[in-house]
T-cell receptor, first 116, second 116 residues
Framework: EAGVTQFPSHSVIEKGQTVTLRCDPISGHDNLYWYRRVMGKEIKFLLHFVKESKQDESGMPNNRFLAERTGGTYSTLKVQPAELEDSGVYFC??????????????FGPGTRLLVL | AQSVTQLGSHVSVSEGALVLLRCNYSSSVPPYLFWYVQYPNQGLQLLLKYTSAATLVKGINGFEAEFKKSETSFHLTKPSAHMSDAAEYFCAVSDPWNGNTGKLIFGQGTTLQVKP
């Protein structure tokens, strides 16, 4: 069974440009999470989808970030316009059953974003 | 708000020595607790989790962790370090009691170096 995949693995863009990150969760997983790790800091929660609905977006930094999960399958995270402080590693994770909050989250390898 | 503290951003041990990575959480109610490991250029992989069953939890690769409510701790141990254990380790919690959506709160990570 394929794990969580993320694309691209790396992205280098200039300040003010737009970048779109993609996450494909494990097939059948209703829950999809985005996290971010800024260099030197802890991994922080961004938002959570249940199928195509945003369940919790309390961690989204500001309105330059837009996440979507059309059809409840893959998700995209768009940053527009990108700022220097958006640099970091963006992780996606998925889990199967929301009713069991101890359900294991499976993480993708991350997208390393560098904004110059 | 929940927080997680990992004492020591870098830990160095000799091959064959005991591994002890420390994690403390802040909560008056026991949360769910997780240890994840990240090998270079890979995603986070679950080592073990505590979900209010046995307080001593055994995980993969010979790791185990003990939940101590009185100390609000969940330290990770392995009796004998192997070179392949060199990686970054993350302690995380989720709070099952406050409308939680399963989001994880992470510590800052501990990089384990294993010397020959």
């Amino acid at each position: 069974e394929a794990g969580v995949t993320q694309f691209p693995s790396h992205s280098v863009i200039e300040k003010g440009q737009t970048v779109t990150l993609r996450c494909d969760p494990i097939s059948g997983h209703d829950n999809l999470y985005w996290y971010r790790r800024v260099m030197g800091k802890e991994i922080k929660f961004l938002l959570h989808f249940v199928k195509e609905s945003k369940q919790d977006e309390s961690g989204m930094p500001n309105n330059r970030f837009l996440a979507e999960r059309t059809g409840g399958t893959y998700s995209t995270l768009k940053v527009q316009p990108a700022e220097l402080e958006d640099s970091g590693v963006y992780f996606c994770a998925s889990s199967q059953d929301l009713t069991r909050t101890q359900e294991t989250q499976y993480f993708g390898p991350g997208t390393r974003l560098l904004v110059l | 708000a929940q927080s997680v503290t990992q004492l020591g951003s870098h830990v160095s041990v000799s091959e064959g020595a005991l591994v002890l990575l420390r994690c403390n959480y802040s909560s008056s109610v026991p949360p769910y607790l997780f240890w994840y490991v990240q090998y270079p250029n890979q995603g986070l992989q679950l080592l073990l989790k505590y979900t209010s069953a046995a307080t001593l939890v055994k995980g993969i690769n010979g790791f185990e962790a003990e939940f101590k409510k009185s100390e609000t701790s969940f330290h990770l141990t392995k009796p004998s370090a192997h070179m392949s254990d060199a990686a970054e380790y993350f302690c995380a919690v989720s709070d099952p009691w406050n409308g939680n959506t399963g989001k994880l709160i992470f510590g800052q990570g501990t990089t384990l170096q294993v010397k020959p």
